[in-house]
């Protein structure tokens, strides 16, 4: 069984309240008493209660991140695998422990007002964040730490982390262009994410850029995974005029055009070139290999949690906005188009 204050108090012959106090160093016990208790305390193998020390500092030493009731990611996409690998392993270093929960309701910030008022978790990281996001502005409202992955469109005065989108597609448009294409499509994930916006965006100038024409036809919005960018390229390769370059949101996406392109007898990086964003490890090993926009998935999970335990403990956090610049990775999805 384990060791009890009680125990301690037997042994020394002092009060249980006092055995407390001696071992909370509260500076009314004297020295002696103190030494005493805690030499007592060391051979009996005594093990403070976490909960108690918890109670005691009110903090939990625990962070949640709570799946997004639209969007929800999956442990199957390999992006939010290897950052939730970063959150977990940057956590463990400052012994803190994450939750992971999800939302089987429809009312998303009713799960967060359950954790905020049962004092359950210490903070929050927000992730696919919204143009016009409820969970943040709840969060704000309600005075509770948190830190996001990505921004919103308002008002970002809290701590973040997040890629430049719009950059990361400008280079993968610049790329294209400089081998020949003058005819890109564009497979998005659902625009009210801010990411997503911000990619598209990125499409959108760097067409202007090169003088190329925003033809809406060649903007198709999935939503995350191989079997919607399959189906969005299906559409777009069922055009007239076909695009020779399809630019994907994210890297799972470009994986589904890259299957309805061979799936017609197509050659990906020779008939019709495919890019997607994210560089997982399916993308470097995928056949053809996917040109893409490598950004640090691990390293940015674990930024968040440095961030996110400053916020907690009331420490100065030096950057509260940290934006990453991706950069890109060619491979052979991406070649010269076919000539007419």
């Known amino acids: 069984m384990p060791v009890t204050l009680k125990d301690i108090a037997e042994r020394v012959g002092k009060s249980v309240p006092t055995v407390s106090r001696a ?15 805690q030499r007592v305390a060391r051979e ?7 909960t108690a020390m918890n109670l005691k500092r009110q903090r939990t030493d625990n962070i949640a991140l709570i799946l997004p009731t639209e969007a929800r990611p999956r442990f199957s996409d390999p992006f939010f ?8 392993d940057q956590a463990a270093q400052h012994q803190f422990d994450l939750a992971l929960a999800s939302n089987v309701g429809d009312d998303e910030c009713a799960i967060y007002l359950k954790y905020i008022r049962s004092r359950r978790t210490d903070g929050f990281i927000v992730i696919r964040t919204k143009l016009q996001d409820e969970r943040i502005d709840l969060l704000r409202k309600q005075g509770a730490p948190f830190v996001a992955f990505g921004c919103t469109g308002g008002d970002n005065d809290f701590c973040f982390v997040d890629e430049d989108g719009a950059s990361g597609i400008r280079q993968v448009v610049d790329h294209l262009v400089a081998l020949g294409h003058r005819r890109l499509a564009f497979i998005a994930e659902p625009l009210y994410l801010t990411k997503a916006h911000h990619r598209l965006q990125g499409f959108l100038e760097g067409l202007a850029a090169h003088g190329l024409p925003n033809d809406p036809a060649l903007v198709a919005v999935a939503n995350f995974r191989q079997t919607s960018g399959r189906q969005a390229a299906k559409t777009l390769l069922d055009l007239p005029e076909p695009p020779t370059a399809i630019v994907a949101c994210n890297d799972l996406l470009a994986l589904g ?17 495919i890019t997607g964003f994210d560089d997982i490890m399916l993308a470097e090993y995928a056949h053809p290999a996917l040109t893409t926009v490598h ?8 930024l968040l949690v440095d961030m996110l335990v400053k916020v907690i403990r009331r420490q100065p956090v030096e950057q509260k ?12 999805s991406s070649g010269a188009p076919p000539r007419a």
């Open 23 to 37: 071992l909370g160093g509260f500076e009314d016990i004297s020295p002696e008493t103190r030494a005493e208790v």
């Open 44 to 50: 009996l193998g005594y093990e403070p209660s976490a």
């Open 81 to 88: 695998s290897e950052f939730v690998a970063g959150v977990v």
């Open 257 to 273: 055009a890259v299957n309805e392109a061979q799936a017609r007898g197509l050659v990906v990086g020779h008939d019709v070139s």
């Open 295 to 302: 950004q640090p998935a691990q390293e940015m999970g674990a």
């Open 321 to 332: 906005q940290i934006i990453r610049l991706p950069n890109l990775i060619v491979r052979e």
